[in-house]
């Protein structure tokens, strides 16, 4: 079954030209208008990616983000009509995996989707590959693409789970900002350092949440980056 795409736009001309050249690059394609709409879409029929943009007329692209997060780990990939850097980071800390700025080639948008998915599915990973940290407190399975704490899942997005992944599999290892940034979108990097901040963020965020303390596990080494302590 090809994957579902859900786009939300209010303008037609996107709508469109985003529908034909996913459909065509072999996905199934939904669409909404509104944000209200796309909540009810998704909760009759999930989808396996959400095209987002922040401007909507009725609730805004990122009350929709936020709302979805609550949820839902449905990797999102956000529209913006804004540029500046504060806007796409505030956006990534509202839970979306991935910004393309309009006005945007439809191919580039097709080529963000299948990296998004590519790096949600866990395809291909064997399924002995269970990384165990401070004696299976915590635990990352690339296989089922799931960490636990404490034996309760973590709700995480996809760049939180590849970040987490990525410092899992070397603990103690420092990692800088690039490494990490390739670490979530892969090789082909494209986007500002800053944006691992906020991944760190809420990853951290929810960790602590699951298991007050836990956020230590992801420690800061000023001036270069992250890594992931063995206990806390």
Known sequence: MSPSILVVDDEPGIIELASAY????????????????ALDALATQPADLVVLDLMLPDIAGEEVCASLRRHSAVPILMLTAKSAEADRL??????????????FSPRELVARVRAILRRSGGRGQPAADLLVIDGGRLEVDLAAHEARLNGAA?????????????????????????????AVQGPDVEGIER???????????????????????????????????ESV
């Not at 505030?90 to 006005?103: C, E, I, M, S, T």
């Not at 973590?154 to 390739?182: C, G, K, N």
């Not at 760190?200 to 230590?216: C, F, N, S, T």
């Open 195 to 229: 944006t691992v901040d906020v991944h760190v963020m809420r990853l951290r965020k929810k960790m602590d949440e699951a298991l007050p303390g836990a956020a230590g596990y992801v420690a800061t080494v000023y001036g270069v980056g992250y890594r992931l302590e």
């Open 154 to 182: 973590l709700a995480l997005t996809v760049a939180e789970f590849r970040l987490l992944a990525a410092l899992a599999r070397q603990p103690r290892r420092v990692f800088s900002r690039y490494d990490l940034l390739q």
């Open 22 to 37: 996913l459909r065509r690059d072999g996905f199934t394609v939904r669409t909404a208008r509104t944000g209200r709409r």
């Open 90 to 103: 505030r956006g990534l800390a509202l839970g979306a995996d991935d910004y393309l700025v309009k006005p």
